[in-house]
Nanobody, 125 residues
Framework: VQLQASGGGLVQTGGFLRLSCVAS????????MAWFRQAPGKEREFVAV????????YYADPVKGRFIISRDNAKNTADLQMNSLKPEDTAVYYC???????????????????WGQGTQVTVSS
């Protein structure tokens, strides 16, 4: 599976961006899709996940209520709508995919087998 992330950019505090992840090589409908992010000098952290059916989503506390993860299995895409952006959201955002992930492991990087190249999001204050 190849993942291609896009949609990053520079935005002011309070603004919004929509990230998109396109998968190729395998149908997305069989994979759990997630977004992670890595800020300068920090470890990569979980942001959000959507299970393969699309019926379950889960968010990290810092983004809950501001970000929305969605997927379109027919188009093999998974998007992350980011609203009310804050400077602390500045990071490189990565999409990731995995199969048969135990629910308790969805926040773990090790649970995901496939990774995109990352897209930079910068929020200015």
């Amino acid at each position: 599976v190849q993942l291609q992330a896009s949609g990053g950019g520079l935005v002011q505090t309070g603004g919004f961006l929509r990230l998109s992840c396109v998968a190729s090589g395998r149908t997305l409908s069989r994979l759990d899709m997630a977004w992670f992010r890595q800020a300068p000098g920090k470890e990569r952290e979980f942001v959000a996940v959507t299970r393969k059916s699309g019926g379950y989503t889960y968010y990290a506390d810092p983004v809950k209520g501001r970000f929305i993860i969605s997927r379109d299995n027919a188009k093999n895409t998974a998007d992350l709508q980011m609203n009310s952006l804050k400077p602390e959201d500045t990071a490189v955002y990565y999409c990731a995919a995995g199969s048969s992930i135990i629910l308790s492991n969805v926040r773990s990087m090790n649970a995901y087998h496939y990774w995109g190249q990352g897209t930079q999001v910068t929020v200015s204050s």
